[in-house]
């Protein structure tokens, strides 16, 4: 297992430097738009823009651009934002903390209703419990991320005054943001878990367990749950991989400073050493995320094994 | 002996009873008034230091001071500068500075930290976008004494004001301790606040300069320091956001989005103040590209266009139309000049179009280019509702004269990159500023490929657009700018659109605010009753 681990954050490096150079190409490449221009202004002539690109060593051929990159990034470095004249790494390890947060609490809450919900129409299916469940489920995984977050500020913040509109400085402020994330995650999980279950409820090993008298929630959650859970967990992996990229709507509609805001910020203004910052943290973050799920897989299911 | 030392005790102490006479009458002042004023302002979310940064927002003003200010009437009153002479040929200017005025790192604003920072605008290798008319313009600076310097310029420059109204004065000595890689995060200035906290991409708290004095009397009903304990910034754009938090008095001063005004009025917590930005959106052709090259065809389009109903499908009537390239908001527009504008006519624009051979032979409703293809006419717009509401918009009336439309929605900085290529056709943007000298950004040969978009100019514009810039008697000026205006009118390399409102919402429990004609947020006297 730990030779697996090992070779799995082995390849990890390599991901990321071919996800980050696919992207430092298509910036400079295929993407329109100038950081020199963005940062010159409306009103600046050529001649201004061309300074701007040299002192920001973007007039450079790319490949030595990129050359200077590895450099630096090998030393830690990310470069300056263009945008905020600071660091990238320190601008992004401000940025990270409020995204993880977002990501952790939104996926935990969200998954743990999610399975609740799934286990008891699984359990109930074909009865009005399982119909209300499925609507339900179908209803909240078709809302839209803006349009509910949009709504739960009307209604909590707007209307009843209990929680504020934006900001990150307490707990209340992630409780909306979490909600709104949390909706879709729990209806993703529910139809998963629901799907999965009644497949494992059928198996042979399940009927034998009931035949050798086991207690019914016994059967559930010690049999059959476990092998419900495999690809709720490559799912739950994927969502948390995908949130740390950044929730970019949820956190612009709730003014939280996370990683997604910052990224898009930065794709406007094409900050390019920030845009970059941002997709290795992105690329790390699936490679970490996905290497934890193979991990649990194993403890989980005992007959996946990783030479 | 005696005489002398009671003369001495009796000046002491008249000293000290005036000062502290004034400590007591600037208590009085300031009591029960006081607080924490939060705004939303995304754009203020760039570096605080000047000398780098693209935009500066009023909130960055917080922390600098500037040499000149605009009045409420629009003209230029001291702010760090006491008095000032400009020289018969009009190239030099002298200032005298106020003697009190300090940084807030203690070091006295003086002629030798102006001189500091002007000649840090005006070094060609500064990436500075509000000084940058002074790279070519300033010769040198001439200090005379500690509070007294004199500009020397290359030649006359009718702006001049403006530009030094937007010089953001920071203090040499702490920016040469700071270092550049840090001073947009630690700055030094002599306004009216001074940075307390900057929590990159989330908000920046000011509080305020005790030591601040210096308002200018013109604008303020005292000298200062401000009301405010402090000012927080939060950096947040999303609009229904924003104004969800200025209806729960988490922020307390807001832009209004055009569809929300109706709510914002009708809300009792909340002050509404409509006006007119000093900004413009137009259509504007790529001349030096085949069929734009013509002026005709570019006038057909102006003609085509009905800005009245522009700003009512677009705006809700909000806005106002417009006919030539200054708005009624930057001083220099000439109202007289809307008579010779081309206003909506479809029958003109339906018959100049014709004679140029664009007709519809299909009878499928749209024109044909003159060599009998299908015609289309790609207009280049920002991403954003709004934009694309203003498109279609065109597009609707365009169309009920045959012109084809096609609509390419780009992201703000592609749509910019794309004007500076000269590939493009037609592009809807705007412009904001509070000069008439910006058309020379957009109309000078040399900026083609930079802001003169339309890549349009002519020799006999240049010269207009230079005797506008270097004239400084207002009614000679004026003259000359009109006579701009008037060229680009004829020319019609842009269809002048409409002047956008400016609509702020203000918590009413926020006292003594004001918005300067320019827009800007006047928070100086601006207070919540505290205990």
Known sequence: ?307 | MHKSRNALLLLLMTTLITMSGAALAQDDIMAGKGGRLVVADANSNTSFDPFVSSWHSWPHYALFPTLFSRALDMSYVGYLADSWEVSEDSKSLTINLIENATFTDGTPINAEALKWNLDKYADPESTASTGRALITLLDNIEVHDDYSFTMHMNSPHAPLFFVLAGLEIVSPTAYEAIGPDDFGTSPVGGGPFILKELVTDNYALFERNPDFTWAPPELYDHPGPVFLDELRILFIGEEQTVLAALETGEISLAGIPTQNLADAEANPDIDVHVAKLSQIRYVGFNTSKDPWTNPDLRKAFAYATDRQEFVTLAWDDLADPLYQPLPPTIWGHNPELNAIAPSFDPEKAGAMLDELGYVDADGDGMREDPDGNDWTVPLATASPDEWLRQAEVLEAQWRAVGIPLQIDVLEFSALVDLTTTGEHDLFLLLYGYQDPSILTYFFDPARKGGSNRAWFSTDELTDLLVAADSQLDPELRYEAVTAVSKYIIEASPWVYLAVPPALTGVRAELMGWRIHPDTSFLYWNAYFEVE
């Open chain 1, 1 to 307: 297992m730990s030779q697996y681990i090992l070779r799995r954050i082995a390849i990890a490096f390599p991901l990321i430097l071919a996800v980050t150079t696919v992207v430092f190409v298509m910036l400079r490449v295929a993407l329109p738009g100038d950081p020199a221009q963005v940062m010159a202004g409306d009103r600046a002539s050529p001649e201004q823009i061309e300074l701007i690109r040299r002192k920001l060593g973007f007039d450079r051929p790319v490949l030595e651009q990129y050359f200077i990159f590895l450099r630096n990034f090998a030393g830690g470095d990310l470069g300056r934002s263009v945008k905020f004249r600071e660091p990238v790494l320190g601008v992004i390890a401000k940025a990270f903390p409020f995204t993880v947060t977002l990501t952790f609490l939104s996926v935990a809450v969200g998954t743990t209703i999610g399975l609740v919900i799934g286990i008891i129409t699984a359990v109930y299916q074909r009865t009005w419990v399982d119909n209300i469940g499925i609507v339900l489920t179908v209803f909240f995984f078709s809302i839209p991320t803006f349009w509910l977050g949009l709504m739960l500020i009307l209604i909590f913040s707007v209307g009843l005054r209990v929680l504020p509109v934006q900001g990150a400085g307490s707990w209340r402020h992630f409780v909306l943001p979490v909600a709104t994330l949390a909706v879709g995650q729990s209806a993703l999980i529910a139809r998963l878990t629901r799907s999965s279950m009644i497949e494992v409820l059928s198996a042979d090993y399940v009927r034998t367990a009931r035949a050798k008298g086991l207690a019914h929630r016994q059967v559930l959650l010690r049999h059959a749950l476990r092998n419900t859970l495999i690809p709720v967990i490559t799912v739950v992996g994927l969502s948390v991989g995908g949130l740390l990229g950044g929730a970019v709507i949820t956190e612009s509609i709730f003014g939280l400073p996370g990683v997604g805001r910052l990224a898009i910020d930065a794709i406007s203004n094409r900050d390019y050493p920030m845009i970059q910052g941002a997709v290795i943290l992105v690329a790390a973050s699936f490679v970490f995320v996905n290497l934890i799920v193979d991990i649990i897989y194993a403890f989980v299911d005992p007959r996946i094994r990783y030479a």
